[in-house]
């Protein structure tokens, strides 16, 4: 459920790093910035990226877990 008016669309600004962990080869883990900037204010959504470096097509699952 959402409270008050929807905001209008920002385009974030995105920046991404790799992490050291490898999982051995197999797969590489990225930590990936979504800063959304409005109004004078600043979010910013810390994600996690982990892409298998042999596969060419995989599943990819979002989700936003605030816990």
Do not use: M
Request: charged share 25%; glycine share 6%; proline share 9%.
């Amino acid at each position: 459920e959402e409270y008050g008016e929807i905001p209008p669309f920002v385009q974030p600004e995105i920046t991404a790093r790799k992490n050291h962990i490898t999982f051995g080869g197999k797969a590489t883990w990225e930590d990936i910035f979504f800063k959304f900037s409005y109004n004078g204010k600043e979010c910013t959504v810390p994600t996690k990226l982990i892409l298998p470096n042999k596969e060419k097509d995989f599943p990819v699952f979002i989700s936003l877990n605030f816990f």
